[in-house]
């Protein structure tokens, strides 16, 4: 079994900051890329921004050069780093892991149950 278990949601004023993690336990051989992605009220869910166990990421054009991801391998959690919040962040963050449990199997994803995230005066 595989868990992934996100935290460090809540509410924020209008250009606060907020740090989200993600950690992944359970069977865990290695985890390939890692991500957030996020679903506002009524709207599909999109990504945020992914990381390679390398450390090459990738962003929304929505969150460049407010949000920095970042992970730690040893510790198979991935962070979420958001400054200059703006209202239109508010939404539901969900975190996402490729995770192989043992070296004879593929990459399998595998999501956290996600964590609110509301920016409003």
């Known amino acids: 079994q595989v868990q992934l278990v996100e935290s460090g949601g809540g509410l924020v004023q209008p250009g606060g900051s907020l740090r989200l993690s993600c950690a992944a336990s359970?069977?865990?051989?290695?985890?390939?890329?890692m991500g957030w992605y996020r679903q506002a009220p009524g709207e599909q869910r999109e990504l945020v921004a992914t990381?390679?166990?390398?450390?090459?990421?990738n962003y929304a054009d929505s969150v460049k050069g407010r949000f920095t991801i970042s992970r730690d391998n040893a510790k198979n959690t991935v962070y979420l780093q958001m400054n200059s919040l703006k209202p239109e962040d508010t939404a539901v963050y969900y975190c996402?892991?490729?995770?192989?449990?043992?070296?004879?199997?593929?990459?399998?994803?595998?999501w956290g149950q996600g964590t609110q995230v509301t920016v409003s005066s």
């Open positions: 359970g069977s865990i051989f290695s985890i390939n890329a």
């Open positions: 990381i390679t166990r390398r450390g090459s990421t």
């Open positions: 996402n892991g490729w995770v192989v449990v043992d070296r004879w199997s593929l990459p399998k994803d595998y």
